[in-house]
């Protein structure tokens, strides 16, 4: 148990130390000299005040809705097969949901969020580059999956 106010001044006087003054810090804050009662521990994170950005819902309410009429637009004519426009029907739609995908990853990275594998905005790490082929592999292969399926509607 600590000593209150009065036996604190007491104790400061036996030990040669004036009245209220507190070991180790300085007038902003505790010195930086070793030896002293505290120390800062070097390995301290600043930690930011401010709150992290979001996406909104009026910023996901219309990525939302093009990229649902788009994958129905591109769904029902590949599963449906209708008639000679249904090829016109489905590119459309592709084109539309990757203008919704585009525009939500934008706006992702508006507001910080980075691809998993990533460094985020601004770190100044460099990417991977064999995360990177990855990514590109897979679109790649989406995208000649597509175009194959509308080629055979025809």
Known sequence: MEAGPRDREQHDAIRGEAPGD????????????????????????????????????????????????????????????????????AMLGLLI??????????????????WPGLPARGSGERPNWRVIALYVFFSALLVVLAVWRVARLR
Do not use: N, Y
Request: hydrophobic content about 45%.
């Open 22 to 89: 507190a070991p180790g810090l300085s007038p902003d804050g505790p010195d930086d000299a070793e030896g002293t009662a505290v120390e800062v521990d070097a390995d301290e994170v600043e930690v930011e005040l401010r709150p992290q950005p979001r996406l909104r819902i009026w910023q996901l309410a219309p990525i939302v809705g093009l990229a649902a009429v788009g994958s129905l637009m591109f769904a029902f004519p590949l599963a449906f097969g209708s008639g000679e426009g249904g090829a016109v029907v």
């Open 97 to 114: 949901s990757s203008c919704a995908a585009g525009w939500g990853m934008m706006a992702a990275r508006k507001v910080g969020h980075t």
